[in-house]
């Protein structure tokens, strides 16, 4: 499931903005990809996997990749038919805080946590992702969708 996926084979849509590292910037990160995504005419099933992968991954841009002063980027690429194919990348300050998955369940008797188990949302909606280093010092999680033709 999480295999490298193949590049674009037709010139994407592109949406690129950036936002604010606050609560506010990743329910806006959200909203706009929703949007964009319907003036694109992408499928709804794919709109919907779209909109909970983005605020996951805007959630913690702005919980674990915020620095003072420093905005994250939404940037939604879009391969209309025949592919289908959605790229979502996130791209925060904090090169040096990578994500980890944890497990979806614990064991008997450990400590939950009230979070932590975004990724393994994303995990399970995206069709691929990972995490790429974003020179100077920051990092951009990607993930992919695809939509059945």
């Given at each position: 499931?999480?295999?490298?996926?193949?590049?674009?084979?037709?010139?994407?849509?592109?949406?690129?903005q950036l936002l604010s590292s606050t609560r506010r910037g990743a329910r806006l990160?959200?909203?706009?990809?929703?949007?964009q995504l319907r003036s694109w005419g992408a499928p709804q099933d794919l709109t919907?996997?779209?909109?909970?992968?983005?605020?996951?991954?805007?959630?913690?841009?702005?919980?674990?990749?915020?620095?003072?002063?420093?905005?994250?980027?939404?940037?939604?690429?879009?391969?209309?038919?025949?592919?289908?194919?959605?790229?979502?990348?996130?791209?925060?300050?904090?090169?040096?805080?990578?994500?980890?998955?944890?497990?979806?369940?614990?064991?008997?008797?450990?400590?939950?946590?009230?979070?932590?188990?975004?990724?393994?949302?994303?995990?399970?909606?995206?069709?691929?992702?990972?995490?790429?280093?974003?020179?100077?010092?920051?990092?951009?999680?990607?993930?992919?969708?695809?939509?059945?033709?």
């Amino acid at each position: 499931m999480n295999q490298p996926a193949p590049p674009f084979t037709t010139s994407p849509l592109a949406f690129t903005q950036l936002l604010s590292s606050t609560r506010r910037g990743a329910r806006l990160a959200r909203l706009l990809s929703v949007s964009q995504l319907r003036s694109w005419g992408a499928p709804q099933d794919l709109t919907e996997r779209a909109e909970i992968v983005v605020a996951e991954l805007a959630a913690n841009a702005v919980l674990h990749g915020h620095l003072p002063g420093r905005s994250f980027r939404l940037t939604l690429g879009f391969e209309a038919p025949p592919g289908r194919r959605l790229r979502i990348d996130v791209t925060d300050a904090r090169g040096d805080r990578w994500p980890v998955v944890r497990p979806a369940s614990a064991a008997p008797g450990a400590v939950l946590h009230a979070g932590g188990r975004g990724l393994s949302l994303v995990t399970a909606i995206a069709d691929h992702w990972e995490t790429l280093p974003h020179p100077p010092g920051g990092k951009t999680v990607r993930a992919e969708l695809d939509s059945p033709a």
